[in-house]
């Protein structure tokens, strides 16, 4: 997992952060909320437009950051639930029938491969469609079991 304060360009941005994560009490909460206008009130309007540009810019970090993440820890939970099924299906079926895509394409996220110099996973919307594939699947091999 992340940093998110890494993610934090502007000064004053990071050190309202750090004040919010610091408290731990209604009171302390806010206090950090009262350093925070206290800040804000000290700016120009040229300091506080800039600020509120960079407030937002740093936010888009943090979430992009945060999607990331989320996508490493959700193609983890695939990886594990696996096992040792991989070795028993017929992946380049599944890839084009329920995907419309290349085996590679589909081992590359299941195994978490770099391409392009990322690591590949599946979005949500994949990894959705994924769980569905093996459930048809799962059916299919319930119909025909005697």
């Known amino acids: 997992m992340r940093n998110l304060h890494d993610y934090i360009k502007n000064p004053t941005h990071k050190l309202i952060a750090e004040a919010y994560e610091k408290a731990r009490t209604p009171e302390e909460l806010e206090a950090a909320k009262r350093y925070q206008h206290q800040l804000q009130d000290a700016m120009t309007p040229e300091e506080r437009e800039a600020f509120d540009r960079e407030f937002v810019e740093d ?8 999607d990331d993440d989320i996508s490493d820890l959700r193609a ?13 299906i017929n ?10 895509k290349s085996q590679s394409w589909l081992m ?23 769980e569905e594939a093996l459930h048809d699947l799962g059916n299919k091999l319930l119909a025909i079991a005697f």
């Open 108 to 130: 590359q996220r299941i195994n978490g491969n770099t391409v392009n110099g990322k690591e590949a996973h599946f979005n949500a919307a994949e990894a959705k469609q994924l």
């Open 91 to 100: 992946w380049t079926q599944v890839a084009t029938t329920y995907f419309g």
């Open 59 to 66: 936010h888009y970090r943090m979430l992009a950051a945060m």
């Open 76 to 88: 983890e939970v695939i990886r594990q639930k696996m096992g040792d099924a991989p070795k028993f």
